[in-house]
């Protein structure tokens, strides 16, 4: 079975995901610079796919199965 999001929501130092699992999984702002530095209508432009997360205008990408392994970005934007 592919864990993914079905809904993504913010506050001001977190990044929440509603996982199909049944979990919901925080992780820092921090991790993502791209992220932690956008406007909140940025940050809700989020394109939920079967393996990840996208933010076209921001150009940033998440896998879910990174989140799960706790593995923050890889570079700083």
Same mark, same amino acid.
């Given at each position: 079975?592919?864990?993914?999001? !079905?809904?993504?929501? =913010?506050? +001001?130092?977190? &990044?929440?995901?509603? &996982?199909? +699992?049944? /979990?919901? &999984?925080?992780?820092?702002?921090?991790?993502?610079? /791209?992220? &932690?530095?956008?406007?909140?209508?940025? /940050?809700?432009?989020?394109?939920?796919?079967? =393996?990840?997360? !996208?933010? *076209?205008?921001?150009?940033? +990408?998440?896998?879910?199965? *990174?989140?799960?392994?706790?593995?923050? *970005?890889?570079?700083?934007?």
């Amino acid at each position: 079975m592919t864990i993914s999001a !079905h809904k993504v929501s =913010f506050d +001001d130092a977190t &990044l929440w995901l509603a &996982l199909t +699992d049944g /979990r919901t &999984l925080g992780v820092p702002l921090v991790w993502f610079p /791209r992220l &932690l530095n956008a406007t909140p209508e940025q /940050r809700e432009a989020v394109e939920i796919t079967p =393996f990840g997360l !996208h933010w *076209a205008e921001l150009d940033e +990408d998440i896998s879910i199965p *990174a989140l799960l392994a706790g593995k923050p *970005a890889t570079s700083a934007a």
